[in-house]
């Protein structure tokens, strides 16, 4: 168990909706990643936060946004869904956001877009 | 950005036998290299990583080399195991803000 805690861990969802993804850090972590697995693309990056801010950007599409809460815990939007939005959604966590910190992953979200 | 280049794709080995996964990376900023180990229906697991102070690190059956010059890092594991059959990830971090990971390598030990 790394430590990280994702919710939910499967969604099954319509086209066109929009869905929210749940993150809890290790306890004791500031940064928070965000990433999407799918068969065809790897492991592709989409935000990190930095205890509250916004410190990096990725691949991530306008329909997806998300924020990291006082308590530390982030969320992960996705909104107007799309079939291709299927994949798996992982959030890792680390103690800060030096470059050679460890980060730890969660067990991920199954998304299914219906 | 960092490109990170890992091979094989696939790799299968008996029991006992050595496997060995290669990556490449291209920003020679990234000055630390984690290995993760990803189980069916799991998270990526950190089974090991290096800093680019260090040209090995080990961990019992697990070793990782690292070439600074050649811009590539290798996972080692001795005496494999069914239970090392997973798909391993190798990574690169530039800037701390993200890791850039390579495609994967899918590990079947046969019994």
């Known amino acids: 168990d790394s430590g990280v805690t994702q919710t939910p861990k499967h969604l099954i969802t319509a086209t066109g909706q929009r869905v929210t993804l749940r993150c809890s850090p290790r306890s004791g972590d500031l940064s928070v990643y965000w990433y999407q697995q799918s068969l065809d693309q790897g492991l592709q990056f989409l935000i990190q936060y930095y205890n509250g801010e916004e410190r990096a950007k990725g691949n991530i599409l306008e329909r997806f946004s998300a924020q990291q809460f006082p308590d530390l815990h982030s969320e992960l939007n996705l909104s107007s869904l799309e079939l291709g939005d299927s994949a798996l959604y992982f959030c890792?966590?680390?103690?800060?956001?030096?470059?050679?910190?460890?980060?730890?992953f969660g067990q991920g979200t199954r998304l299914t877009v219906v | 950005g960092e490109n990170v280049e890992q091979h094989p794709s696939t790799l299968s080995v008996q029991e006992g036998d050595s496997a060995v996964i290669k990556c490449t990376y291209s920003?020679?900023?990234?000055?630390?290299f984690p290995w993760y180990k990803q189980e069916l229906g799991k998270g990526p697991q950190l089974i090991i990583d290096?800093?680019?102070?260090?040209g090995e690190k080990k961990d019992q059956r697990i070793a990782v080399t690292l070439n600074k010059t050649a811009k590539h890092f290798s996972l080692h594991i001795t005496e494999t195991q069914p239970e090392d059959s997973a798909v391993y990830f190798c990574?690169?971090?530039?800037?701390?803000?993200?890791?850039?990971f390579g495609t994967g390598t899918s590990l079947t030990v046969i019994p």
């Open positions: 290096i800093r680019s102070n260090v």
């Open positions: 990574a690169a971090s530039p800037t701390g803000n993200q890791f850039y």
């Open positions: 920003d020679s900023a990234s000055n630390y």
């Open positions: 890792a966590s680390s103690v800060d956001s030096r470059r050679d910190t460890e980060a730890f």
